[in-house]
């Protein structure tokens, strides 16, 4: 994404927010600036000559500011230094919500609603990276419109998209529709029950090139991608469903994705799937939710408060099937996480994991990532 692309949409949407009659003053206004930092480094080995990883990055390192303008308007501007040196916006958008209301509007730069794990910040996910499918079925921000309503125990959301600013663009940049909505059966004292289901539907435009399915072995500084079907579909459907139960300190998630992809000209249709299952539990804190995701985790003691921190430990297993036809590409991934969480805002993860794949550039292989991080 050029600098032009990112100042036209921010003074575009303060624009509209600094404009709208009888919603806010000056002294109403409030801004909050702060961000995030995450540091990784990966042992691992492959079964291929020369796949032998011993590799540190800056996984995220972002800075955003956040506010309101009166009771009605929220809004929200992140940028994100990138692997590749380069300055990026993560999310730049205004919320609309009117007072007496359960309805939401945001419109800008954000995230399609699909996923439990999509949703939930990656501060607050329960392993290093997200399940397989999220990122090989992209997942990701678009420019839209959305419109929200929630209750105490449900929230359902709805949205038309545009592309992501950082894809090139020309005359014809294709678009989406998604829609997400979670429901609590249970949610007393210290059980709760999320169920939740999303999807969507995107098209590429005749300027973009077409659709492609590939995952890299679990740690994000591996040089190639182990699962890769080649670009062929022209549109996909996008299908999801969510479940997950937290009882005190312990918690079990899992997810279910379909993708059906329409190839285009003379290319195959295809269809793949993907999820995972985790279980989990935190010693001297609570994993925490909120809004239908996960939010930040409850630590009893901290450091510096005369406590020691929590720790976490989870055990999770994720699948994605690119297998259908002519395309192939399957991998199994297990991972094994411990997090000591110094303070709600500072965590210590290690991860170990092991990768089964078939018809990918490797068959195995295995690898502990280490990864620092903490917010402010």
């Not at 702060?34 to 990055?57: H, K």
């Not at 059980?191 to 289901?197: E, F, I, P, Y």
């Not at 939710?289 to 020691?308: A, L, S, T, W």
Request: with cysteine; aromatic share 12%; glycine share 12%.
């Amino acid at each position: 994404m050029t600098f032009n692309k990112i100042a036209i949409l921010g003074a575009s949407t303060l624009a509209v927010c600094v404009s709208l009659p009888n919603v806010a003053v000056a002294q109403d206004a409030t801004i909050k600036v702060g961000g995030r930092v995450m540091l990784d480094y990966t042992i691992a080995d492959l079964d291929t000559p020369d796949s032998s990883i011993r590799d540190s990055e800056v996984r995220r390192a972002r800075l955003f500011a956040s506010g309101t303008y009166g009771s009605s308007v929220k809004y929200k501007f992140e940028f994100n230094h990138s692997t590749g040196g380069g300055i990026e916006l993560t999310d730049g958008y205004v919320q609309f919500v009117p007072k007496d209301s359960k309805f939401k509007v945001k419109v800008g730069h954000f995230k399609t609603h699909n996923s439990l794990e999509e949703e939930t910040s990656s501060r607050f996910i329960s392993t290093i990276e997200r399940g397989a499918f999220t990122d090989a079925f992209e997942l990701n921000r678009r420019v839209g419109v959305s419109v929200n309503v929630s209750g105490s125990n449900y929230g359902i959301d709805v949205g038309a998209f545009g592309t992501n600013v950082e894809t090139e663009s020309g005359p014809d940049e294709g678009y989406a529709f998604a829609g997400r909505g979670y429901y609590n059966p249970i949610k007393v004292d210290d059980t709760l029950v999320h169920l939740g289901a999303s999807w969507r539907y995107r098209e590429q435009g005749d300027s973009q090139s077409d659709l492609r399915y590939r995952q890299r072995p679990y740690t994000h500084v591996a040089p190639d991608r182990i699962v890769n079907t080649g670009r062929f579909a022209d549109s996909d459907n996008f299908y999801g469903a969510e479940v997950a139960v937290l009882k005190g300190n312990m918690w079990a998630a899992g997810e279910y994705a379909l993708l059906s992809a329409n190839g285009s000209g003379a290319n195959d249709d295809a269809d793949f799937s993907g999820g995972y299952m985790e279980a989990g539990i935190m010693f001297g804190g609570r994993k925490a939710y909120k809004g239908g995701k996960f939010d930040r985790p409850k630590v009893d003691n901290p450091i510096g408060e005369g406590g020691m921190g929590a720790l976490a430990l989870v055990a999770r297993y994720d699948t994605i099937d690119l297998q259908d036809g002519p395309y192939l590409g399957k991998l199994d991934t297990i991972v094994l996480g411990a997090d000591w969480w110094a303070t709600k805002q500072t965590r210590f993860a290690l991860n170990y994991f092991n990768v089964d794949a078939e018809n990918g550039s490797a068959k195995s292989g295995n690898g502990v990532v280490g990864r620092l991080s903490f917010d402010f």
